[in-house]
C-alpha cells in the first residue's frame, strides 16, 4: 500500500503542477483585450461609454444580428446592444452585472433577449466563448464553474486560456496598438442571404438539440435575474425575434415548455414578441437575421412599443 | 454517475480510502462499505430504482436458500421459475411493455382490426438488462447445484450491486464474483497499478475515441439526405469505433476499478476487431453476455450437438434473443439475425473454431490471408451496426441506400482528419498490444520510468485535449 500510494502521489503531484502551470499561462488570456478587435470583446469592453440608457438590449447573437439602435436613435431613445455569442441566463447575468457596476446612471429598461436556444444545452457555451475573462472585472475560470456548477466545463475553458494566453505572451504583454471603437452600437450587421447550402453546412450544429429538455434551472435564474433588477428600479422586459427555421430543431415536448415561459414571462415582466412578414430574404442563415431583417424587426419592434405607449 | 465524471473522481478516492484505511479489518464492514457505495452510485441516476435491485435482491437471496434446502424436484423447478419470472417480468415490463403493446396494436391493424391501447410512460431503469441476468445466473447456479448459496444478505447485495460494473457489465457469473466477496481483500500494489493503467485506456478509449467518432457517426445517421455516400460509409465506420471505445472503454473501467478494490472481473473484450471470422468475433465482443447466453440458453437447448436443423434453429434463437436483449427495437433484432447467417456457414461447414489464437501471434504483421479475413469481418460487422445504430429499419435501409450512392466513391464532404488520426493512434497501440489483457496491460513496462510515465501523461494529456462533446455511455440504455 506505501508503494502505492507514494508512486500515485508522486504522479498526481506532476499532473497538478502541470495543471497549475496551465492555469497560471491561462491568466494571460485577457491581456490587451481592451485593444482586441474582436466584436464580442469590444461590446463588453467599450459597454461604460454608452451609460444612461433608455434600453439595454440583452440577449445572444441573435440580439446584435437583429436590433439595429440607428433607429432609436433617430426617435431620440438611447440603446445600447450588448449581444453577447450563445449567452443564456449566466452570460446574461455576468454582463448585465459587469454594465450596472460601471454605470453612472441605472438603465431605464433592459431588454432580454429570449428563444428556445436561450435554455438549451448550447446556451452559455462559455469554452467557446469565454466572455467572463473579458468582463471590466474578470472573473477566474476556477470561480466560474464553482459559482455555477459546470465543473466539467473545467477543463474546455484551461485549454482556451492556455492557447490564448500563449498566444498573448509571444506577442507581447505591452501594446502600442490603438483602441479600435465599437460601432453601431454593438450592432452587427450581415448582407448574407439565407440559401440552401448555407443551411446544409451549418445544419449539423443544430441536430443534437432535438434531444434537447428545456432548462429550468436556467429559466429560474433569468427570473431571478429579472427580479433583481426590478427591485433596483430597472424595468425589465422580454423580446423574442424571428427565426428562419430554429423551431424545427426542437421537439414538440421542448417548445411546450417554451411556451409555458413565454406565458410566464408575458404575465410578469412584459414580452415584445416581433414576427413581422419574413421572407427568406431577411435570414443569413438557419436562426440569424441579415440587415434586412433585422431593419424590419427593429422598426416593429418600435412599432410595437409605441402602441404600448398609446 | 458517469465513469468519465467529475462526480466519479471525488466518489472513487473517498471510497477507496474508507475501505482500505477505515474498515479493512473487518470482511463484513467492507461488503457493506461496497453495498453502500453502490447504492449511492446507482441512485445518482434515479433513487427511486433502488428498490428494484433491493427487491430482486432479496428474491434470489431467499429463493437461493429456498433451493438448498428442497430437495423435491418438482418444488426446486417451482422455486427456479419464480425467480425467472420476478427478474424477467421487471426487465419485461420496464424494457419490453411499449413494444409488445405497439406491435400487438399493429398487428391487429394488419388484419382491419383498429384498437386503441394507451402506451405508459415508462423510463427504463438504467443497467436492468444487466443485473438481471447477473442475478439470474445466480439462481440458476444454485439450482443446477453447481453453487453453494450464500447465507449472508450483505455479501449477495453487494454482489447483485456491485458498482463497477452494476451498469454496463461485464455480467458476472456468481460463480467468479459471489465467492470473492466472502475472502478477505489483501491490497496488492500490483494490482492496483495494472487497475489503475486500464482504467486510463478505458477511458481514452472512450473520451477520446467513442466521443469524438460518435459526433460523425450522430452527424450522418440523424441528417437527412445531404451528404455523399462516402461520408454515410465513413458514418457507419465511425459509429463502428464509437460503439467498440464505448463500451469496452466502459468494461476497461469497470474491470480496472474493480481491481483497486481486489476483485478479478471476467473480461469483456479481448480485440474484437481483429478477428479473422465472424465466429471468431463473437468469441472476442461482449464475452460475459456471449458465454452467459451459451451457458444459460445455448447449451440448455442442445447447443450444436443435434442436427443441422436443430443447429440452425438454436443459432437463430441465441443470436434473435441476444439482439433483443439490446433493446426493444426491429432493429436489434435483425441485427441479431443478421449476425445469425454471418455465423451460420462457418457453424455448418465446421468452421466456426478456427481461428482460437491470437491472430499474428509472435509477429508485426498479419499475412495476407489473415488481414484479408479481418477486413472481411470488419467490412460485415460495420454493415450490421448500421441496423444496430438506426432508429428503425427503414431509417437503416435508406442509410444503407444513401452509402450506395454515385458519390461513393469521391472523398467525403467532412473528413475529420482529428478522429481518423486519432483512430489510427487507437488501432496501433491495440495492435502491438492485442496479445494481452487489454491494450496497455505491458507496454512500456521495461521502459525507463520517464519513458512509461510520459507515455501515461501522454495518454492524460489526449484525453484532455481532444475530449470529444461528453456522451452517456450507449450501454446504460440496454
Known amino acids: 500500500m506505501k508503494r502505492f500510494l507514494i508512486y500515485t502521489s508522486i504522479f498526481l503531484s506532476i499532473l497538478i503542477l502541470f495543471g497549475v502551470m496551465v492555469a497560471f499561462v491561462g491568466r494571460f488570456d485577457n491581456v490587451n483585450a481592451v485593444y482586441s478587435d474582436n466584436g464580442n470583446i469590444k461590446r463588453i469592453k467599450q459597454k461604460a461609454n454608452f451609460d444612461s440608457l433608455d434600453i439595454l438590449f440583452v440577449g ?11 433607429y432609436f436613435d433617430s426617435i431620440n431613445i438611447q440603446t445600447f446592444n450588448l449581444g453577447i455569442p450563445t449567452a443564456g441566463p449566466y452570460i446574461y447575468e455576468l454582463v448585465v ?11 431605464e429598461n433592459v431588454f432580454f433577449l429570449i428563444s428556445p436556444m436561450t435554455f438549451s444545452s448550447k446556451a452559455d457555451n462559455f469554452p467557446a466563448y469565454p466572455i467572463h475573462r473579458y468582463l471590466n472585472q474578470p472573473i477566474s475560470n476556477e470561480k466560474l464553474v464553482l459559482e455555477y ?13 492556455f492557447v490564448k494566453g500563449i498566444e498573448n505572451l509571444k506577442s507581447g504583454i505591452i501594446t502600442t496598438a490603438a483602441i479600435s471603437p465599437l460601432e453601431n452600437k454593438g450592432y452587427s450587421p450581415s448582407d448574407v442571404v439565407v440559401n440552401d447550402s448555407i443551411v446544409k453546412n ?18 429560474q435564474h433569468l427570473m431571478d435575474l429579472s427580479d433583481r433588477l426590478l427591485a433596483k428600479g430597472v424595468k425589465v422586459t422580454y423580446f423574442e425575434l424571428p427565426t428562419y427555421k430554429l423551431k424545427n430543431y426542437f421537439n414538440p415536448d421542448y417548445l411546450e415548455d417554451y411556451e409555458g415561459v413565454i406565458e410566464a414571462v408575458l404575465e410578469k415582466y412584459g414580452l415584445v414578441r416581433i414576427s413581422p412578414n419574413m421572407s427568406d430574404l431577411n435570414y443569413r442563415n438557419i436562426d440569424h437575421l441579415n440587415a434586412n431583417g433585422a431593419t424590419k424587426c427593429t422598426l416593429e419592434m418600435i412599432r410595437q412599443l409605441n402602441l404600448k405607449k398609446d | ?103 400487438f396494436v399493429d398487428a391487429f391493424k394488419f388484419f382491419g382490426q383498429d384498437i386503441s391501447v394507451g402506451s405508459l410512460n415508462i423510463i427504463l431503469p438504467v443497467g436492468i438488462s444487466f443485473y438481471t441476468f447477473q442475478t439470474l445466473s445466480y439462481t440458476i447456479d444454485v439450482y443446477r447445484k453447481k453453487l453453494e448459496p450464500t447465507k449472508d444478505f450483505i455479501e449477495f447485495a453487494a454482489f447483485v450491486s456491485f458498482f463497477p460494473q452494476l451498469v454496463a457489465g461485464p455480467i458476472e457469473r456468481a460463480s467468479n464474483l459471489l465467492p470473492q466477496f466472502y ?65 469496452s472503454g466502459y468494461s476497461d473501467i469497470a474491470i480496472g476499478t474493480a481491481r483497486l478494490f481486489g476483485f478479478d472481473l471476467m473480461r469483456n473484450f479481448a480485440f474484437p476487431y481483429f478477428s479473422r471470422d465472424i465466429a471468431e468475433f463473437w468469441r472476442r465482443w461482449h464475452i460475459s453476455l456471449s458465454t452467459w447466453f451459451r451457458d444459460y440458453l445455448y447449451i440448455p437447448l442442445g447447443g450444436s450437438k443435434g442436427g443441422t436443423g436443430m443447429k440452425i434453429r438454436n443459432t437463430f434463437i441465441i443470436f ?11 432493429t436489434f433484432i435483425f441485427w441479431g439475425a443478421l449476425n445469425a447467417l454471418y455465423f451460420l456457414p462457418l457453424l455448418l461447414l465446421n468452421r466456426n473454431r478456427n481461428n482460437l489464437e491470437i491472430i499474428a501471434q509472435g509477429k508485426w504483421l498479419p499475412g495476407l490471408r489473415e488481414a484479408g479475413g479481418m477486413l472481411f469481418t470488419f467490412g460485415i460487422t460495420v454493415f450490421a451496426w448500421i441496423f444496430f445504430r438506426a432508429d428503425s429499419l427503414d431509417h437503416a435501409f435508406n442509410y444503407i441506400a444513401r452509402i450506395c450512392s454515385e458519390s461513393l466513391f469521391s472523398l467525403p464532404d467532412l473528413l475529420p482528419r482529428k478522429t481518423v488520426l486519432l483512430i489510427a493512434f487507437f488501432l496501433f497501440i491495440e495492435w502491438i498490444g492485442r ?21 501515461y501523461y501522454l495518454l492524460i494529456i489526449l484525453i484532455l485535449v481532444f475530449s470529444g462533446k461528453q456522451q452517456e455511455f450507449i450501454y446504460f440504455q440496454f
Not at chain 1, 452585472?97 to 438603465?107: E, F, G, Q, T, V
Not at chain 2, 455523399?228 to 464505448?246: E, K, M, N, P, T
Not at chain 2, 439482439?323 to 426491429?330: Q, R, Y
Open chain 2, 320 to 330: 434473435i434473443v441476444s439482439g433483443f436483449w439490446h433493446g426493444a427495437n426491429w
Open chain 1, 60 to 70: 445572444n447573437s441573435y440580439c446584435y444580428s437583429g436590433i439595429n439602435p440607428a
Open chain 1, 202 to 219: 451549418s445544419e449539423s450544429l443544430y441536430l443534437d438539440l432535438l434531444k434537447n429538455k428545456l432548462n429550468q434551472d436556467y429559466v
Open chain 1, 149 to 161: 456548477g459546470i465543473v466539467d466545463q473545467y477543463v474546455n475553458l484551461s485549454k482556451k486560456s
Open chain 1, 97 to 107: 452585472d459587469d454594465y450596472l457596476r460601471d454605470a453612472k446612471h441605472l438603465p
Open chain 2, 435 to 455: 496479445e494481452q489483457q487489454f491494450a496497455i496491460a505491458k507496454l512500456g513496462l521495461r521502459w525507463n520510468r520517464i519513458f512509461r510515465w510520459g507515455f
Open chain 2, 1 to 103: 454517475m458517469l465513469f468519465n465524471s467529475i462526480d466519479f473522481a471525488i466518489f472513487l478516492p473517498i471510497v477507496f480510502f474508507l475501505y482500505w484505511f477505515v474498515v479493512n479489518r473487518n470482511l463484513r464492514a467492507q461488503n457493506f462499505l461496497l453495498l453502500l457505495a453502490s447504492y449511492l452510485f446507482y441512485g445518482w441516476w434515479d433513487w427511486r430504482f433502488l428498490s428494484l435491485i433491493l427487491f430482486s435482491s432479496l428474491v434470489d437471496f431467499f429463493i437461493g436458500k429456498a433451493l438448498k434446502d428442497e430437495e423435491r424436484q418438482g418444488r426446486r423447478k417451482i422455486l427456479l421459475w419464480s425467480s425467472i419470472l420476478v427478474n424477467l417480468g421487471f426487465l419485461g415490463f420496464f424494457k419490453y411493455y411499449n413494444f409488445f403493446l405497439e406491435n
Open chain 2, 183 to 247: 475472502t478477505k481483500r489483501k491490497f496488492s500494489s500490483n494490482q492496483a497499478i495494472d487497475g489503475l493503467r486500464q482504467i486510463l485506456w478505458g477511458l481514452f478509449k472512450k473520451v477520446v475515441i467513442a466521443d469524438n467518432c460518435a459526433e460523425y457517426a450522430n452527424l450522418m445517421f440523424n441528417s437527412p439526405d445531404a451528404y455523399s455516400g462516402s461520408g454515410y460509409l465513413l458514418g457507419a465506420v465511425f459509429f463502428a469505433f464509437q460503439i467498440y471505445g464505448d463500451f
